[in-house]
Nanobody
């Protein structure tokens, strides 16, 4: 009922930047929270950044000061601006959303993931 499509991943050298986008579509009344998670090979998926409908944000300590999450509520889109990238940021990045549907029920949804690779 909610489809998330990510874009913007790729290969970049250490110190470079990438911008990820995630567009939500479907029977959306309101997006309550949108998050970016990442999962590196052999590691658990971790929450990287979160933004609420009201604009509150939080970040995992390892990306504070380098990554910025933002949203366009009118377009149901969330962005993750990643600067000063490090090889340790290499992972598949997943978009996640907590959504209130037009039926007023709530669901969560995951995107398909986008690969970010940072070379040293």
């Amino acid at each position: 009922q909610v489809h998330l499509v990510e874009s913007g991943g790729g290969l970049v050298q250490a110190g470079g930047s990438l911008r990820l986008s995630c567009a939500a579509s479907g029977s959306i009344f309101k997006i309550n929270v949108m998050d970016w998670y990442r999962q590196a090979p052999g590691k658990q998926r971790e929450l990287v950044a979160r933004i609420t409908n009201g604009g509150s944000t939080n970040y995992v300590d390892s990306v504070k000061g380098r990554f910025t999450i933002s949203s366009d509520n009118a377009e149901n889109t969330v962005y993750l601006q990643m600067n000063s990238l490090k090889p340790a940021d290499t992972a598949v990045y997943y978009c996640h959303a907590d959504v209130t549907l037009t039926s007023r029920s709530t669901i969560t949804s995951w995107g398909q993931g986008t690969q970010v690779t940072v070379s040293s």
